[in-house]
Every structure is written in structure tokens, then in C-alpha cells.
Nanobody, 126 residues
């Protein structure tokens, strides 16, 4: 069974930083597309960033220049480094993985991913 497990401190102030991590058992992240999503209160879950099979990242416009998505293959762990946090970054953050495929232009579509983490709450106060 594939399980994605996320970790991260959950209460921060504006301008702060946080690194989320996501590890997997059984599944190897570099074999497919991996992504980070977030769901803010009252909103749909939205793609934040991806890390493709070759390790190349891509970002949603809302986080470009502030967030960095990367992967440590030796630890089979994804990371999302979040800097210059804003209150609008408050959300539940999820990691997701799709085996065997490159991310593609539709990486932000939830239904693309087979495996999901349990989600971790990130709250940024003003």
C-alpha cells in the first residue's frame, strides 16, 4: 500500500518560512509526477507546485518566487520550501503522486493523481 506522509509546523506569522516534507513507503517518487496542492477554507483544492520525474519543478503563479519544490531521491522525500508566507497561504497542504507519467500541462488537476497524503494544516497569521 502506498502512503504519503506529510510533516510541517502549522502556525506561522506573515513573512515567515516553513518546509513541508512528504515521504512514501513502497512508492518511488522519481518514477512519476509529484505535486503539492492546497485547500483554503471555502475553496477548492488547487495545485501549488510540482516536481517532475527528472526533478524539474513548476509553480502556480500565486507562489512563484516564494516556494521551492524539490526532491531528495536518497530519502525518497518531497519538500516544499515556503518563504515570505502570507495569510492567503493559509490552507491544508497535500502532497500527491502519479506513478509512471510525466506531469504534463494538466498537473494541476486533482484527478490525475493516484496517491495523496493526509494533509497538513498551515496557518499564517497577519
Amino acid at each position: 500500500q502506498v502512503q504519503l506522509v506529510e510533516f510541517g509546523v502549522d502556525l506561522l506569522q506573515t513573512g515567515g518560512f516553513l518546509k513541508l516534507s512528504c515521504s512514501a513507503s513502497v512508492y518511488t517518487f522519481r518514477s512519476g509526477c509529484s505535486a503539492w496542492f492546497r485547500q483554503a477554507p471555502g475553496q477548492e483544492r488547487a495545485g501549488v507546485a510540482l516536481i517532475d520525474r527528472d526533478g524539474s519543478p513548476k509553480y502556480a503563479d500565486a507562489v512563484k518566487g516564494r516556494f521551492t519544490s524539490y526532491r531528495d531521491n536518497t530519502k525518497n522525500t518531497l519538500y516544499l520550501q515556503m518563504n515570505s508566507l502570507k495569510p492567503e497561504d493559509t490552507a491544508i497542504y497535500y502532497c500527491a503522486a502519479e506513478p509512471e507519467f510525466w506531469c504534463g500541462d494538466n498537473w494541476y488537476i486533482e484527478g490525475k493523481y493516484d496517491y495523496w497524503g493526509q494533509g497538513t494544516q498551515v496557518t499564517v497569521s497577519s
